[in-house]
Each structure stands twice: as structure tokens, then as C-alpha cells.
């Protein structure tokens, strides 16, 4: 009879966020398929269980799944841990997933920790839906693509973000989606927890210490704001002369108000300024 692979929650930073099942299943099980078998260690020695561990992460997986299908085949059940939270989400474990779906064995969830989740629940933005869109692309113009695609999702998002990156998806973020109330959450559950709901333009004047991943939970675009289409250059124009000369901000500020306004990237309210330009020279 095959064995049972066990799809494992384990704590985000707090080691007392574990459940009794997480912990049962983790002694029980004849191997553990841990992201990081040194971060997994930690878990596992807090808790006293010395069930035998092996990596399994974005590099080895699809090289590992034919010998770890064979042994829940031959009867052995096997637990699949993250570095933190639930597998599979946004980390490693659908191709075994998958393939032990394929081969007839038995998958069964164990519940317990997820970031996104954590920081949804605790940033008040959550109406009725949210999509979690998982971690941005690493390169600046590719994420840019991928904010602008999500700028008219309505429903609340949820992303994480790596620390060395945080700054710059914000920044895009700001240009993107307008200065939005975001709710940014750090090191979640353990001794330095942070989590701040202000406007996007509130977060970049406070975050200096990348350190600790990132999730971000981001209020939903307003159904009727104007798409790109349905703004003219010269409603633009006078606009941002009204805020240039009569509330005398600065272009910058104005841009920035503006690109808020309306949903657009402040590059794109640029272009409109200078197309109003040339129509009128």
C-alpha cells in the first residue's frame, strides 16, 4: 500500500506557531523533503523529532521527485516542509505535488502558518475578496509589466518581497497604482514583528532597514477610477497648472499627485503634459 505524502505547515518565525498535527506528522513520517534542511533543523530540534531529512528545493526538485515518488510507492509516507508556512506557496513542492497526484498516492494537507494570510488578517483592508499575487519579477522592467497588469484589480493583492527589493517595488508600486494605503508586514510572528498600515508614499519615508522578507497587502483599485484611455492631454495640462501655480507645488508633487489621481505612472502623465504641449505649439 503506497504512503502518504504530507503537505506541511511549519512557523513563519514564532516556533510556538506549530501545530500538534504538524508535529505528530513530523515524527511519524520515514523522511522529511525540507526546502532547507539547516533553517528545517532548527524546527525539528526545538520539538526533540529526529526523523531524517533531505533537500528539496526550486534546483533539485524535478531531479528528486522519481525517488521520492518510489518510496511513497513502496509504502514509506514523506513530509514536505518549507523554509517557513505553507509549501508550495510561492516556494518549492508542486512538481512532487503533482506527480504524486499523477501516481495515485494519497496528498494530504497539514494547515497551519501563512504570511500572507497573517498580515491580511491583521491589516483591516480585507472587504470580501483578495488575490495573492505571489512575489513580483526581479528585473525592473518586468515588474513594472506585472504591477501595471494588477493596477485595476479591485480586490485586495497580497505579495511578498525580498528586502534588497523592497524600495524599488514601492517606488514602482507608487508610480503604478497611486499612493494607495498598503499594509507592509516584517519578521511576522517573531521578536522584531512589524506591520504598518499608511500610504504607499508613507512606507518609503520610514523604510531603511531591508532586512526580514517582506509581505505587503495592498488595498484594491476604486472601480470607477479613469483608465489611461478616458484621460485627455489637456485635461493633464490644466490640472497640473492648477497645482503648479495656483497650489504651488512643486512638478515633481504634482506629477506625483496626478499619477495618484488617476491610476497612472507618473512616466505616463509626463507624456501626456508633453503631448499637451506640442498641440498647443
Same mark, same amino acid.
Given at each position: 500500500?503506497? $504512503? ?5 505547515? =511549519?512557523?513563519? @518565525? ?10 505528530? =506528522?513530523?515524527? /511519524?513520517?520515514?523522511? +522529511? ?44 509516507? +514523506? ?5 517557513? @508556512? =505553507?509549501? &508550495? ?18 496528498? /494530504? ?16 483592508? !480585507? ?33 511578498? /518581497?525580498?528586502?534588497?527589493? +523592497? ?6 508600486? !507608487? ?9 507592509? $508586514?516584517?519578521? !511576522? ?7 504598518? &498600515? ?14 526580514? /522578507? ?5 488595498? @484594491? ?24 501655480? =495656483? ?31 506640442? !498641440?498647443?505649439?
Amino acid at each position: 500500500m503506497p $504512503g502518504t505524502l504530507f503537505v506541511v505547515a =511549519t512557523p513563519i @518565525g514564532n516556533l510556538e506557531d506549530v501545530t500538534l498535527r504538524a508535529l505528530r =506528522t513530523l515524527r /511519524e513520517v520515514s523522511l +522529511i523533503a525540507a526546502e532547507d534542511t539547516r533553517r528545517t533543523a532548527r524546527l525539528l530540534q526545538h520539538y526533540s523529532i529526529s526523523t531524517r531529512t533531505t533537500s528539496l528545493h526550486e534546483h533539485n526538485e524535478r531531479s528528486k521527485t522519481p525517488a521520492l515518488i518510489a518510496r511513497l510507492q513502496e509504502g514509506e509516507s +514523506i513530509a514536505l516542509v518549507s523554509d517557513a @508556512g =505553507t509549501p &508550495v506557496v510561492s516556494d518549492p513542492g508542486t512538481h512532487l505535488v503533482a506527480a504524486a497526484h499523477a501516481a495515485g498516492i494519497r496528498v /494530504e494537507p497539514i494547515p497551519g502558518a501563512s504570511a500572507a494570510l497573517a498580515a491580511l488578517s491583521a491589516s483591516g483592508l !480585507l472587504e470580501r475578496e483578495f488575490v495573492f499575487a505571489g512575489f513580483p519579477p526581479n528585473r525592473s522592467n518586468a515588474r513594472k509589466k506585472w504591477l501595471t497588469a494588477l493596477a485595476s484589480e479591485t480586490r485586495v493583492l497580497i505579495l511578498y /518581497e525580498a528586502p534588497h527589493r +523592497i524600495r524599488s517595488t514601492l517606488e514602482d508600486m !507608487l508610480s503604478i497604482f497611486g499612493d494607495r494605503v498598503i499594509a507592509v $508586514g516584517r519578521e !511576522l510572528t517573531k521578536a522584531h514583528e512589524e506591520l504598518a &498600515v499608511r500610504p504607499i508614499s508613507a512606507h518609503l519615508d520610514v523604510v531603511t532597514e531591508e532586512r526580514g /522578507e517582506f509581505t505587503l497587502v495592498i488595498s @484594491g483599485a476604486k472601480p470607477n477610477t479613469p483608465t489611461p484611455m478616458q484621460v485627455d492631454a489637456g485635461t493633464i495640462a490644466s490640472e497640473f497648472w492648477y497645482l503648479t501655480e =495656483t497650489q504651488q507645488k512643486s512638478r515633481r508633487e504634482a506629477l506625483k499627485a496626478l499619477a495618484g489621481r488617476y491610476g497612472l505612472p507618473a512616466r505616463e502623465v509626463f507624456a501626456l503634459l508633453e503631448k499637451a504641449k506640442k !498641440l498647443v505649439d
